[in-house]
């Protein structure tokens, strides 16, 4: 029995092992993988037309040079997104609800972005730190706020990650005790109660997979 709300959000281990490596491996396993055939099954089908479009939306803003991160984006984004619905299941548990993994995944991609964007486009990287137009007086302040926030952007992205996902979690588990306990004595309330858990439920799959997306998004920006 758990003695608080947040040990939900530990890392379960068997024989001394922890199931976060089980619960990063799995997504991998569940997607199908796609064939060269003429014909595939609607899976197969639906999966290929998702991340078709997905990638057609996040490139959108992006010039041609910017296409060759399109395979490890979508990855990325299916990983996350895998990540996020598994952990709605019953009794599984969701390694994005760990900052120490967000922070794993947004460091490295934000840490590519800048030294790629500092090679390749140096006059247009810097010139972030200063909006056009700046007044004189406000010129050194401005580089150091842009130049704080760019430092910054990694923690927010794998802070928001981790806070929008535990907080529903939390929710949902408050709610669900709270509709568990009350079956017996207020059985009216009790019901009331379950059917705000089944609409914050779906409210929930809407946050994992927007969440993903969003994760993705401010990345390839």
Same mark, same amino acid.
């Given at each position: 029995m758990m003695t608080n709300l947040f040990d939900q959000f530990m890392s379960p281990t068997y024989l001394g092992t922890p199931l976060i490596v089980l619960a990063l491996g799995l997504p991998? +396993?569940?997607w199908p993988s796609p064939s060269s055939r003429w014909l595939n099954n609607r899976l197969v089908t639906l999966q290929s037309w998702f991340l078709t479009r997905f990638t057609q939306q996040l490139l959108l803003p992006i010039n041609t040079g910017g296409h060759k991160w399109a395979l490890i984006l979508a990855s990325l984004m299916t990983f996350l997104l895998s990540m996020n619905l598994l952990g709605l299941l019953p009794y599984t548990f969701t390694p994005t609800t760990q900052l120490s993994l967000n922070m794993g995944l947004a460091v490295p991609f934000w840490l590519a972005t800048v030294i790629i $964007?500092?090679?390749?486009?140096?006059?247009?990287?810097?010139?972030? /730190?200063?909006?056009? $137009?700046?007044?004189?007086?406000l010129i050194p302040v401005l580089i150091v706020i842009e130049t704080i926030s760019l430092? #910054?952007?990694p923690l927010a992205l794998g802070?928001? *990650?981790?806070?929008?996902? &535990? @907080? $529903?979690? =939390? =929710?949902?588990? /408050? #709610? @669900? &005790?709270?509709?568990f306990t009350l079956m017996t004595s207020m059985t009216t309330v009790a019901l009331l109660t379950?059917? +705000? /858990?089944? *609409? *914050?439920?779906? /409210?929930?799959?809407a946050v994992a997979m927007i969440q993903a997306y969003v994760f993705v998004l401010l990345l390839s920006l």
């Amino acid at each position: 029995m758990m003695t608080n709300l947040f040990d939900q959000f530990m890392s379960p281990t068997y024989l001394g092992t922890p199931l976060i490596v089980l619960a990063l491996g799995l997504p991998w +396993i569940l997607w199908p993988s796609p064939s060269s055939r003429w014909l595939n099954n609607r899976l197969v089908t639906l999966q290929s037309w998702f991340l078709t479009r997905f990638t057609q939306q996040l490139l959108l803003p992006i010039n041609t040079g910017g296409h060759k991160w399109a395979l490890i984006l979508a990855s990325l984004m299916t990983f996350l997104l895998s990540m996020n619905l598994l952990g709605l299941l019953p009794y599984t548990f969701t390694p994005t609800t760990q900052l120490s993994l967000n922070m794993g995944l947004a460091v490295p991609f934000w840490l590519a972005t800048v030294i790629i $964007g500092m090679r390749n486009q140096p006059t247009a990287a810097l010139g972030h /730190l200063l909006p056009e $137009g700046t007044p004189t007086p406000l010129i050194p302040v401005l580089i150091v706020i842009e130049t704080i926030s760019l430092f #910054i952007r990694p923690l927010a992205l794998g802070v928001r *990650l981790t806070a929008n996902l &535990t @907080a $529903g979690h =939390l =929710l949902i588990q /408050l #709610i @669900a &005790t709270a509709a568990f306990t009350l079956m017996t004595s207020m059985t009216t309330v009790a019901l009331l109660t379950t059917s +705000i /858990l089944f *609409l *914050l439920t779906l /409210l929930e799959i809407a946050v994992a997979m927007i969440q993903a997306y969003v994760f993705v998004l401010l990345l390839s920006l």
